[in-house]
């Protein structure tokens, strides 16, 4: 199902022009206008679902089936040294578009361009309080 106003279902839908990458039936892969690094493409479902949270089982696995060939291509044509493979659910974790998509941003060095901030609280859980959320996670699959 396509989302009447989301622009990647229109990219999707090839309404709206993109430099598509690779392309299936359920799968569309195309340059970021906004190139982080050069190489910076976008995989998306055709099938509209508004973030992970939403996204259908079947959905993850054709993107997922997609990345390690597309991942390699934009290694060989880039000489890439690494790559990030990135997306953003909800605006707090700076999802502009609501139609999932995974980002594969080509790395060549630390100061290219892109950067993921880590930042280390002081707040410490002992091996109790691991298991604690890891069962409570658990219990909700």
């Given at each position: 199902?396509?989302?009447?106003?989301?622009?990647?279902?229109?990219i999707a839908n090839h309404e709206i022009p993109s430099h598509k990458v690779f392309e299936n039936e359920e799968v569309l892969a195309f340059l970021d206008l906004s190139q982080v690094?050069?190489?910076?493409?976008?995989v998306i479902p055709k099938q509209h679902a508004d973030n992970v949270y939403d996204l259908s089982s079947e959905s993850a696995q054709a993107v997922f089936a997609t990345i390690p060939e597309i991942s390699r291509a934009l290694?060989?044509?880039?000489?890439?040294a690494g790559m990030n493979l990135l997306s953003n659910t909800g605006k707090v974790a700076g999802q502009s578009v609501s139609h999932f998509h995974?980002?594969?941003?080509?790395?060549?060095?630390?100061?290219?361009?892109?950067?993921?901030?880590w930042e280390v609280h002081n707040e410490e859980y002992t091996a109790e309080e691991l298991a604690t959320i890891a069962e409570s996670i658990k219990n909700r699959l």
């Open positions: 199902m396509q989302k009447e106003n989301c622009i990647f279902c229109k690094t050069k190489g910076h493409t976008l290694q060989q044509e880039t000489g890439a995974l980002h594969l941003i080509p790395r060549h060095d630390k100061h290219d361009g892109f950067g993921a901030k």
